[in-house]
């Protein structure tokens, strides 16, 4: 079967936070996709990175008196620790600060604007005399003209609404509190509308493939009206400009960011000896690419990043998959910064196993609707599946065995039903994830597990034990390759808990593929795979 060319895209966290839930929730299909593909043995390259630059980090930095860099190397860090401790395996994480990215955005503008997509605009923008500098939405402080609350340039924050900094009254500069005045300044536009049409016909065909709410979202933003972009920012922090008189400037990040997933995609490419170029082509028939985020992003990634790979004309795949999710609310409100209800990934993780996480977020994670967490809810998830299901069919087999024949499991029949089922569900679960469909994956693998426990109840091998040993044999070689083949289908959303069973097995390495076991097996360090969970032992 030929191997198959997989290009992975996770969003790129904003680096001026720790990752809470929602970024969890978001980005965990993808890790769970690439597991899944290089279990299949297909050429996978799966990226992501810290989104380092823009205004919100230089704004912090000036507070804390310190530089923007330091921050953003700061989170960046943090977020390699967390997605660390959460078993992604990235092909590789990168930062938006690196020199490969700045190399390859401004080679990539300068494409865009040598075929024609990208032209100078004069403006009127806000300036503080004071401070000598044009000021960006978020440097601005006023009165929102709605409700007459204290807003900034770009949003109320009373009444939430969002802004042109034209509309707000009574404009003073954040950083030193003098009025702002209103003077020329040009920049570089980006024409989204004249993908107009190609972006229309990108939702059409996608139908099938992309997430519901990528699709309306999608739509919606086209149905408002595409305007011509700003591809510039007045900013100090950032991608350079490589256009002569722009020195002041930096290259938009809504345009620097999501060209990341190729900046690094060609990293990979490059280091493992592969032809970028020829990976990435529309015309590659072995090409399947997935882009996975949460629903705020979903413009970026059905709109701006398709325009943007269209403009460059280098006849690279526009997305075949949006696997992006809606929003994670906590104990069900909303979470917020400001309403100190926020949880960090690193809390939760401190908290409970990784594999627990995987597991809660991938069974209930906000596919199609808004999904509601809570510390509650992921004790009776584990409790519920992890250990009464898989490691109570996992753990009483190898117990009983390992107490009555010293852990020796002696070769006998697998009953030919349970084979189909589990080659079917392999079939099934694989479509599944394919699709980027997770939740159908995981409830595909749960009914195989709950169909081993009635399996094993069925037989009632204590019973067999006494009175055939042969049917005892028998079901228990057969409650072995099944516990073989859990391990696999496992493998992409439960890593620890496979390569405990495996280790326990001396199987070899997880593929995506049926395991057909032969011979005896000896049961090595046994150990409870899930333990029991309450709050008090948090």
Known sequence: MTKRDIFIGGAWPYANYYLHVG????????DILAKYFRGKGDNVIYVSGSDCHGTPITERARKENVTPESIATFYHNEFKK???RLGFEYDEYSTTMSENHKNYVMDQFKKILDNGYIYEKEELQDYCENCKIYLSDREIEGICPHCGGKSTGDQCEICGDSLDSSEVLDKHCKICGSKTIM???????FKLPEFKQELQQLIETNKSTWRKNALGEAQKYIDMGLVDRAATRQLDWGVPVPVLGYEDKRVYVWIEAVLGYLSVGYDVATKRGIDFDQFMADTNPNLKTYYVHGKDNIPFHTTIYPALILALKNGYRLPDYIVSSAYVNLNQEKMSKSKGNLITANELLDMFDSDTLRFYFAFKGPET???????????QTHNKFLVGMLGNFVNRNLSFINKKFDGVISEAIIDENIQELTQKCFQLTGEYFEKGEIRNAVNQIIEYINCANKYYDGKQPWVQVKEDINEFNNTTYTCIYMIA???????????????????????????????KISGDYKIKDLQIIYGRLDEESL
Not at 183 to 189: I, P, S
Request: include cysteine; aromatic fraction near 6%; hydrophobic fraction near 40%.
């Open 485 to 515: 083949n859990i391990a696999n289908m496992i493998a992409p959303i439960l890593p620890n808990a496979s390569l405990k069973i495996k280790n326990m097995l001396s199987l070899p390495k997880y593929k995506w593929e049926e395991e």
């Open 23 to 30: 970024h969890l929730a978001a980005l965990l299909p993808g």
């Open 183 to 189: 003077k020329t300044n040009k920049h570089l536009y």
């Open 82 to 84: 967390t997605f660390e």
């Open 369 to 379: 609707n808004d999904m509601n967490c809570s510390i509650e809810d992921i004790i």
